[in-house]
């Protein structure tokens, strides 16, 4: 099983709303992953978990506030969003963070697409 | 910095046909991992093959197939019998080798949209 679920599929959100974005994976990884993603461009990182603890923060803005409750399950909080934040938000998992093996792959999620208005 | 370039923006190939996608990086290192994903219009991510650039030998999965020309630097996919459903965008990634700090993480290129003509 190498899937990874994202929950909900779409949001709509104004910019004074509270939400949370929710990834959960079965396949014993301890590393999980938050990208954003707008239209026609690449995914671009936005933070690592590993082993439940925060090891990067790509100089997000504090709007968005990541929780890792256990291995299995990692959220984002969406709270005072802007516009420009409505993208693809993607997750990912992936063995962990550091082992330097070829099977250390990154599996995602099919993402929630968020709309800020 | 390593960085990863994918100079086509948009491809299409007839069904059937063979089509190839490149893919360049810069890095000054020298063990690391090239990816293929395909993120079909369903949005998920899916990895369709990866390279560690220790190997010479180029890596296949099914119909899907690499040349990689490590001191080129150039990662090329191969997409032999194409099929109405390898239509998406395909990104190219690269992940370092080396332990710590962000060794985990992929640099994307910009992507190719693949599109397949009946």
């Known amino acids: 099983d190498t899937e990874v679920t994202q929950t909900p599929k779409h949001l709509v959100m104004g910019m004074t709303n509270k939400k949370s974005l929710k990834c959960e994976q079965h396949m014993g990884h301890r590393a999980m992953y938050w990208y954003k993603q707008k239209a026609k461009k690449p995914p671009e990182l936005m933070f690592v978990y590993s082993y439940e603890k925060l090891s990067i923060n790509e100089s997000v803005p504090s709007r968005f506030s990541p929780e890792c409750p256990n291995s299995s399950l990692l959220n984002l909080h969406l709270h005072a969003l802007q516009p420009e934040d409505s993208a693809l938000y993607l997750c990912?998992?992936?063995?962990?963070?550091?082992?330097?093996?070829?099977?250390?792959?990154?599996?995602f999620g099919a993402g929630t697409r968020l709309s800020v208005l | 910095a390593q960085t990863v370039t994918q100079s086509q923006p948009e491809m299409s190939v007839q069904e059937a046909e063979t089509v190839t996608l490149s893919c360049t990086y810069d890095?000054?290192?020298?063990?690391?991992?090239l990816f293929w994903y395909k993120q079909p219009p369903s949005r998920q991510m899916i990895l369709v093959i990866r390279q560690e650039a220790y190997k010479q030998q180029n890596a296949t999965e099914n119909r899907f197939s690499v040349n990689f020309q490590k001191a080129a630097k150039s990662f090329s996919l191969k997409i032999s019998d194409s099929q109405l459903g390898d239509a998406a965008m395909y990104f190219c990634?690269?992940?370092?080798?080396?332990?710590?700090?962000?060794?985990?993480?992929?640099?994307f290129g910009k992507g190719t949209k693949l599109s397949v003509k009946p």
């Open positions: 990912a998992s992936s063995q962990d963070s550091f082992t330097n093996l070829a099977k250390n792959i990154q599996y």
């Open positions: 890095t000054s290192e020298s063990d690391y991992y």
């Open positions: 990634a690269y992940r370092s080798a080396n332990y710590g700090g962000s060794q985990g993480n992929l640099i």
